[in-house]
């Protein structure tokens, strides 16, 4: 199985500002990479497909970048309603797989 | 509307099954495979099968095979997991969610929109 690992694990961050979570796939996934935005008590939502493409609907605050094996989910200006955990996943082959998280919290 | 509703959440004792439901609208069923996904306490979620309605047959993760059964009603539009031999490292919720992916394509695909949960709790 691809193993996906984010970093960091938890960031605290401020209202307007720039944040950047890390996924590393354990090989090569081309852009075949997802990214999900979780809030408490709610099911995961798809921000990002294809490593860099939007989702219909998600704020242009979000992009997301890489190929291979590194990749990244960026939020150019933090928002209140951005606090949540967000995961990466590939789609690159089977089983497919997360990442544990990346929880982004108030400063 | 676009959207998938579960059944309410279970209490079970280890080595029972219990077995989830997922009604789909909007077209989904038509549209898309539905996969099944769940997601322990702290952790990310976790892939462990799907089904295409339209064609009937499931495919599962290594990890769950012969203990995931999916199935799907076209009559009713409604997806089921069940999981049997329940441990209580099965506690978790259980999501379905439509699930874009071709088999046998190599294209973008992700799971979406996704269920509301399923709490399963295995305890004595």
């Known amino acids: 199985d691809i193993q996906m690992t984010q970093s960091p694990s938890s960031l605290s961050a401020s209202v307007g500002d720039r944040v950047t979570i890390t996924c590393r796939a354990s090989?090569?996934?081309?852009?075949?990479l997802n990214w999900y935005q979780q809030k408490p008590g709610k099911a995961p939502k798809v921000l990002i497909f294809g490593a860099s493409s939007l989702q219909s609907g998600v704020p242009s605050r979000f992009s997301g970048r890489g190929s291979g094996t590194d990749f990244t989910l960026t939020i150019s200006s933090l928002q209140p309603e951005d606090f949540a955990t967000y995961y990466c996943?590939?789609?690159?082959?089977?089983?497919?797989?997360f990442g544990q998280g990346t929880k982004v919290e108030v400063k | 509307q676009v959207q998938l509703v579960q059944s309410g959440a279970e209490v079970k004792k280890p080595g029972s099954s219990v077995k989830v439901s997922c009604k789909a609208s909007?077209?989904?069923?038509?549209?898309?495979?539905i996969s099944w996904l769940r997601q322990a306490p702290g952790q990310g979620p976790e892939w462990m099968g799907r089904i295409t309605p339209i064609l009937g047959a499931p495919n599962y993760a290594q990890k769950f095979q012969g203990r995931v059964t999916i199935t799907a009603d076209k009559s009713t539009s409604t997806a089921y997991m069940e999981l049997s031999s329940l441990r209580s490292e099965d506690t978790a919720v259980y999501y379905c969610a439509a699930d874009s992916e071709v088999p046998g394509l190599r294209a973008p695909n992700w799971f979406g929109p996704w269920g509301q949960g399923t709490l399963v709790t295995v305890s004595s």
């Open positions: 996943q590939q789609s690159y082959s089977s089983p497919r797989t």
């Open positions: 909007g077209g989904i069923f038509r549209n898309y495979a």
């Open positions: 090989q090569s996934i081309s852009s075949y």
